[in-house]
């Protein structure tokens, strides 16, 4: 669930990246992630997750020294887990301090990279207003894309002539379409991605969303389907994956956490049940 819906979010993988390291384990020692040293260190914290049988266990956020900062539901949405982020860094001064490779950082774009990952959007702006360079200018617009503001946006892409950015600009205004639920025109937006483009996964999930949205959900899914087999995994690939295993399913929600008896999930992931896609509900 976490990789399908949260750690598909930028937002949440850039601060995650920024201000803290992330790792799994099973709580069980024997299970595949199996790390017993780090089963320890969490039961010490949260003893209750150190029985033979436990609920769903939270995403905790710990300091290097077990002090427990703040935790979120398994089945929390994007904006619960990046405001829980936020919380815990707030408890934990040390890990919000900027990294020796932020503060050494020269360009101002790689310093405005730097504020948007945490967030910041007015510093990312200040920085890059006045750098004449076409990534500039499309990070601003990428930043306006994140807030909404699709005039400043459209704004700032008409001032871009760089033909290797082409890809970027026609995915960040597919995300207006998407928003304001035009599915025809995303539909147009997102079809003849070249597999090699970086935002290809990306195009074939809103590619699949199009036609589920547009009554065609068994086009959607053979999209879902071949993009999920043809591609290596990353965010597009997960979310993808839990779209596919929920519209597969008819629409229900999943009962139970086995991928056996007929889970639809291509990738055989666990722990579907629970939220189900947002962008699956209706929109319109």
């Known amino acids: 669930m976490l990789r399908a819906g949260p750690f598909s979010d930028e937002r949440v993988v850039g601060l995650a990246n920024r201000r803290f390291i992330l790792f799994y384990f099973d709580l069980n020692d024997r299970g595949f992630a199996g790390d017993a040293k780090a089963r320890a260190f969490v039961v010490a914290v949260k003893k209750e ?4 049988s436990v609920p769903t266990p939270p995403v905790l956020f710990m300091t290097a020294d077990g002090r427990l900062v703040g935790e979120v539901s398994n089945y929390a949405t994007e904006d619960q887990v990046l405001a829980a982020m936020q919380n815990a860094l707030e408890k934990a001064p040390p890990q919000a301090k900027p990294s ?3 503060r050494d950082a020269q360009d101002p774009v790689d310093r405005a990279r730097a504020a948007m990952d945490l967030l910041d959007y007015e510093t990312a702006n200040q920085l890059l207003e006045p750098v004449d360079r076409d990534e500039a200018r499309y ?3 990428h930043i306006a894309r994140l807030q909404k503001d699709w005039k400043a946006m459209h704004a700032a892409f008409a001032r871009i002539e ?3 950015l082409a890809d970027d600009l026609r995915m960040e205004r597919a995300h207006e379409h998407w928003d304001q639920g035009d599915f025809d025109a995303l539909l147009e937006s997102v079809t003849g991605f070249s597999p090699k483009s970086p935002r ?11 036609l589920y949205h547009l009554d065609q959900p068994a086009k959607a899914l053979a999209i879902w ?4 087999e043809g591609c290596s995994q990353d965010p597009w690939i997960y979310r993808s994956d839990w779209a596919y295993s929920q519209a597969a399913s008819g629409g229900q929600k999943t009962r139970s956490f086995s991928t056996a008896g007929g889970s639809p999930s291509l990738l055989g992931r666990i722990g579907y049940m629970g939220r189900q896609n947002p962008d699956l509900a209706p929109r319109r």
């Open 225 to 228: 389907k071949s993009t999920i």
């Open 139 to 141: 990070l601003q617009g």
């Open 162 to 164: 760089e033909p290797s």
């Open 100 to 102: 020796a490779e932020e």
């Open 200 to 210: 290809y996964s990306e195009s074939r999930y809103y590619f699949g969303l199009a």
């Open 49 to 52: 997750l150190g029985g033979a």
